[in-house]
């Protein structure tokens, strides 16, 4: 019996919680938000560490290159530290993030680069491995950071 009113108690809780979500969600809408600072609640810029690795899948004409995780996301006003890791064994590859002044040329197999920037504008930049010829799909070897307003 204590079980089911603790129970009951819990689903007024939550079930509430989300009446209150909508609600909340109603009266956003009904503000009809017209940038993107609107849609994303603003935040105090913290500092983030973001490990970001380059893996190698597949194999012989499947065999491609991939950064995992190829979108990342913070907030303006970030610092953000990527903790870049290269498990490709078989290659050296770099990891270039031009919008942002990021430019580190020779990650070894194994390896692990530490490279640190501010977020200060919002946008949508794309990052790139930076050794060239390190594979053949080299030009392919791309992401996305996403810097919130
Ligand atoms: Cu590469």
């Known amino acids: 019996m204590k079980n089911l009113i603790a129970f009951l108690l819990a689903f007024v809780v939550v079930a509430g919680a989300g009446v209150v979500a909508f609600e909340t969600t109603q009266g956003h809408a009904q503000a009809a938000p017209s940038s993107a600072a609107s849609l994303f609640p603003s935040a105090a810029p913290a500092e983030r ?75 949508i930049y794309d990052f790139k491995c930076a050794q060239k010829g390190c594979a053949e799909d080299h030009d392919r070897q791309t992401g996305q950071l996403i810097v919130l307003p």
Do not use: C
Request: without cysteine; negative net charge; charged residues 20%.
């Open 49 to 123: 560490h973001i490990p970001i690795t380059m893996m190698m899948v597949g194999n012989g004409k499947n065999e491609m290159h991939v950064w995992l995780h190829s979108t990342v996301t913070v907030r303006a006003g970030d610092k953000v530290t990527l903790e870049v890791r290269n498990a490709d064994m078989d290659a050296v590859h770099g990891f270039s993030l031009p919008a942002f002044g990021v430019d580190e040329h020779s990650i070894q197999p194994g390896q692990e680069k530490t490279l640190t920037f501010t977020a200060d504008k919002p946008g």
